[in-house]
């Protein structure tokens, strides 16, 4: 079967660096893919590795290693605003398989 | 900027009700999902379309069907609502099925069912 793992929540200051961990277990593999939900709100496209590597978007960078099966998402400067649930999603075959979120606490 | 939009933000409906939740997308995009939300269960796929008149099954398409006539519009049908349905419904559309491309939400309907 598929399954993805991150923790349930993560706690952190304004300021801070806080890396949110993702592992998976699935076959035909494509890419990872990371989204961020505020509460009440949609989910929205924060960034996709498909290859080994990091990939560096503003203050957010996202890491892939398809060898350990292993991938996280890294934010920098944390702000208040970025209290939110973080999703972790596997690419295959054109779907997305999505981990059950992390929900990130900001605390001044 | 992409535009998804649910038709209703909120509804209730009562057990056995035939519910119609529709989705519009203004970008031309090829593909369209509808997933359901719940606490502790994440985003789960009920059904997907890659093209109009197209559908596949997600992973909890039993008791929901899906239409899709138009390539902006993507309906969900819950045939006969019952109180496990309750849920957060989202809908999401794509661009093209080459490669990998984000997806885009909706703000989501909140369906109860008494």
């Known amino acids: 079967g598929q399954s993805l793992e991150q923790p349930s929540e993560v706690t952190a200051v304004e300021g801070a660096i806080v890396q949110i961990n993702c592992t998976y277990q699935?076959?035909?593999?494509?890419?990872l893919s990371w989204y961020q939900q505020h509460d009440g709100g949609a989910p929205t496209f924060l960034s996709y590795?498909?290859l080994d590597g990091l990939e560096e978007t503003g203050r957010f960078s996202s890491f892939l290693s398809r060898s350990d099966s292993y991938g996280y998402l890294l934010l920098q400067e944390l702000q208040m605003k970025d209290s939110a649930s973080y999703f972790c999603?596997?690419?295959?075959?054109?779907?997305?398989?999505w981990g059950l979120g992390t929900s990130l606490a900001v605390n001044p | 900027d992409v535009k998804v939009t649910q038709s209703s933000r909120y509804l209730v409906k009562r057990t056995g009700e035939k519910v119609f939740l529709e989705c519009v997308q203004d970008?031309?995009?090829?593909?369209m999902f509808w997933y359901r939300q719940d606490p502790g269960l994440g985003l789960r796929l009920i059904y997907f379309?890659?093209?109009?008149?197209?559908?596949e099954k997600g992973d909890i398409p039993e008791g929901y069907s899906v239409s899709r006539e138009k390539k902006e519009r993507f309906s969900l049908i819950l045939e006969s609502a019952s109180t496990n349905q309750t849920s957060m419904y989202l809908c999401?559309?794509?661009?093209?099925?080459?490669?990998?491309?984000?997806?885009?939400f909706g703000d989501g309907t909140r369906l109860s069912i008494l």
């Open positions: 379309s890659y093209d109009v008149k197209m559908k």
């Open positions: 999401a559309s794509s661009l093209s099925r080459q490669g990998y491309q984000p997806q885009h």
């Open positions: 699935t076959s035909g593999f494509y890419g």
């Open positions: 999603a596997v690419i295959i075959n054109r779907k997305l398989i």
């Open positions: 590795n498909a």
């Open positions: 970008m031309d995009h090829e593909n």
